[in-house]
């Protein structure tokens, strides 16, 4: 089964605080994450990482990486550098590639960290998921969220997809609830 989740931002002490996150610290944050993760995941699941996979001092991806089941894959996000730099790293994933695209359940899927107005395929039917913009609500969450386009391109951000890897289906239903919740604050004047 392919499974989608991005910017996990383990160990990233300011992510907690700047999405924020439901977690005391980081260290919480990823006890709690590997939990959701590994009581999800099977160890044949394809598991679709767009982006941002840590950010700390003390520990490279790696360490958190290991303690995950499933085939990992990386979409390298802007906070992967350090993966990007190290073949150690990048082992310990199925592939590691700035884009790329798969039919899984017989959709045609886009991947990306960053969020696209046209993708492959986009005017066939295909999907886009991508990950960067977290839970914002701003301009490029309005644009991908708009007609056409937001029928088709789903936010892979752990943050509105509880904190665990996904299916395309629950990607989609969480999508659109973010999207409901986010359209009754704006009607609310919030």
């Known amino acids: ?4 989740i991005s910017d996990t931002h383990f160990g990233h002490e300011n992510a907690v605080r700047f999405d924020p996150r439901p977690f005391r610290d980081a260290e919480e944050m990823f006890s709690v994450m590997k939990m959701r993760w590994n009581e999800k995941v ?4 394809d ?12 520990h490279d991806a790696g360490y958190y990486i290991s303690q995950l089941k499933g085939r990992k894959h990386l979409i390298y996000g802007n906070h992967d550098r350090a993966i990007i730099r190290s073949p150690k790293i990048q082992s310990m994933f199925e592939e590691c590639c700035h884009l790329r695209y ?15 107005a046209d993708w492959y395929k986009s005017h066939h039917g295909s999907y886009h998921i991508y990950g960067h ?3 914002d609500r701003g ?22 997809n509880g ?14 609830r973010f999207r409901k919740n986010a359209s009754d604050h704006n009607d609310q004047g919030e």
Do not use: Q
């Open 1 to 4: 089964m392919d499974l989608f």
């Open 42 to 45: 099977r160890d044949d699941d």
């Open 47 to 58: 598991v679709w990482i767009l982006g941002d996979v840590s950010l700390d001092k003390s």
């Open 102 to 116: 798969l039919v899984s359940e017989g959709r045609v899927l886009f991947l990306s960290h960053y969020p696209i």
């Open 133 to 135: 913009i977290h839970a």
């Open 139 to 160: 301009e490029v969450f309005k644009f991908m969220s708009d007609g056409v386009r937001g029928e088709h391109a789903f936010n892979a951000g752990c943050m509105i």
């Open 163 to 176: 904190y665990v890897p996904v299916t395309f289906d629950e990607l989609r239903a969480n999508n659109l």
